[in-house]
Every structure is written in C-alpha cells, then in structure tokens.
C-alpha cells in the first residue's frame, strides 16, 4: 500500500510497486504449487460394529501425515443424527500421528453408512485452502437402546434395581419349586418350615422354594402407523423396542425363555428360546424393523400366534391403544386368554398430560380440557372393558414403559398364573 501511494508522486515508486506485485504473485503461485503437491492425510475411522440408538458413542479419527500440515476434518456422518466436535481443526507435525474423537448420537435404527471424510488443507504459507474427499465407507448396526440392559445388569448385581422403579416382589424362598433344605433364619414364614426334618435334626429346618423356570413369554409387537407417535428424539416403537429388550433379559435372568412376533407390518417371527444368546437374536430381528402405515390388527395377530405358539406363555402386546380397538381387541383377547396370559401395555402421549397441566384461561382452552377429560375417560373405560375380560392392563407414559412391564411380569410369575 505504501509503494500503491509513493507512485502517485514517484515513477520510481511506480516501478517498485510493479515488481513487489510481481513478486508477490510469485509467492502466491508457488504456495499454490505447494498445496496441491501436497500429499493427502491417512485417514482411518474407528467406530463399534453396532451403535445404541439414542446414546452418544464416540467415534475416532486417526490423521497421519508427512509434512507438517493445517487441515479442517468433517466426516461424512449418516443422517438423521446428532454429533458434537465436528468440524476439527488441527495442526500435524512433520511425521506425526493424531488421534481425534467426536460424538455421534444416531437418530434411526437400520443400517447406517458411512461414506467418507471431508478435508480442507491449507497451504504451508495459508495464502490457499483446497477441499478433498476420501472415500472411506463403513456400515454401521444400530440397534435399539441395548444400554439399558448393562445398566440393568450392573443394578441387578449390586441389589439397586429399585433406582429404575423395579420394584422387590417376595423374598426369596416363597416360589414354586423346591431348591433345597437348609437351616432356619429370621424372617422365614412358619410355613417354609418342615418340621419332621427339624424334629429329626432337633433345629428348624427351612425349605427353599425357587420361581418356576423355563416358562414363555412372547412379546406381540404392534407395527401399525399409530406407534410412529413422538413425544422426543424416539417414537413410541422405538420405546416399545427398548422395553421388550430389557424386559427379555430379565426374563432370561429367570430361567424364562423370551420370544417375539410382529403385526400389522413386516412379520417376524421368534419362537421362545432359553439362553443369553437370545438377546442378540432380538436385536438382529428387530434392529431394522420400522413402523408401517397400515392400521392394527389385533384379531389378524391372535390367529397368527395360535398357529405358531402352542404351549401356555405369558403373552405381552405391546401398542398405543384408543378406545374405537375395543370391539377387535376384544375379540382377540378372548382367543388369546383360552391359552395364554395376556398382558396390554399402551403407551399414552406425554402431551396429554402437559394439556391437562395447563391453567384454563380462555374459553377455547376450557374447551380442549373438557375435551380431553372425556377422551381419558374414555380411554380408562376401555381398560377397565379389558380388565374385565381378564387381561392384564398398563396405560403408561413412555419412559415409564420398562420398569412397569418388570414388575407386572416378576408379579405375574409370583402369583402363579402361569
């Protein structure tokens, strides 16, 4: 600027802001030489095989290099998803090696690709910036909130399942099969007490009782367009879907053999089956399962697990139900009960109770709470319609999906009603 200035009053000057322009494209030229002689990053992606929905998991990025070099890094992640930490800049030494990590919170089960990374390199004296891609795909799994189930078993083994709501149902000791005989303690009832074997023995002698082991339970999926329903980042399929897991695994804690069959959309069939391995059959069944847009069919499911399921099992139906199902739920809970035993958990919109929260300040609003007072009215008439049937009814919000169902199965069990 100051020779632009001086060759106003100065050929000179004119002349040495001539060349210094000269030289300064120059320079620009062979930085811009420079950058595209440079060599692209060695780029490398690690990331688990299967992802949780919903959780943040952390995905890595390994940058290797030669010459020093700035770059910004942007991966290529699947939509729809969340991430933190993206884009990364960063500065490599001369024949370093970098390790960089973002977070990725994946938004849709199925399949999910990753196609390749985005770089901006920028020349040694940052007169210049070029974008390059490297392809570099990846398929990822994700599956349903299988989280929960090790958060499950860390609780379960320190004795804290009631921090998720799941509540102790007997002491241990009251069930149905007889385990063995062992010395009296505090707090066991008279009734576990075999007294001929105390008398022989001169010292109380208890019997010890287990839950029944190896009964069914099959979880009846709803498919329909009505659990494509919203109340945050996950529709009530994919709650129903994080539910039935953990419920399933705590049945395989207790000997119980889980199975699965869908309705009202893509049919899958899971015959009851013991062993932990049954869990990873689960989520390969259902990691890319998705809400259909036809509507329910209850009676069509009853007649399809008939056919398929012929011993006695606790039959759990998972769906959002509305007061016109009565007529055909009905009908299928009466072909279901000759055999099995049913339990209907619904899942029931978090707006509603926001609504029903909301002071009434205008005649309009005054209108929608009448309205939906007698819509949850209604909707408890059809359970209590259930009820009287002889089925087994929760009407839940999500979140409170899994700790209900645990405990209305460990309930179930104790009673004896399978």
Known sequence: ???????????????????????????????WISLYRLPTPTLE???????PLGIWSPVKLSISTIPPL????????PTPAVVQDQPYQVFLPATKKLQIQYLFQPQLRGNMLFPGIHLRLYSPWRLWSQRRYQHLPQTVRIYPNFAAIRKYMKLAMENRLGQLGIRKQQRRGEGME?????EYREGDSMRQIDWKTSVRQRKLISREYTDEREQQVIFLLDCSQRMRAKDDHLSHFDHCLN????????ALRQGDAPGLLTFSGATRWLPPRPGQDTINHLLNQLYDLQPSTNSGDYLQAAQSLLQRQKKRALV????????EDNPTLLTALGLLRKKHVVLIASLREQILEATQEKPISSFQSALRYAALEEYLLRRRQAHQALNAQGALSIDVLPEQLPAALINHYLEIKRSQRL
Do not use: C
């Open 1 to 31: 600027m100051l020779l632009a200035v001086g060759s106003l009053f100065s050929p000179v000057m004119q002349i040495l802001w001539q060349v210094f322009g000269l030289f300064i494209i120059f320079l620009a030229l062979l930085d």
């Open 45 to 51: 992606r690690k990331l688990a095989h299967s992802l």
């Open 70 to 77: 700035k770059l910004e890094i942007f991966d290529d992640y």
């Open 178 to 182: 007889f385990h063995q005989m062992r």
């Open 243 to 250: 539910a039935l897991l953990l419920v399933a695994y705590a």
């Open 316 to 323: 759990i139906i998972l769906t959002n139900l509305r007061d």
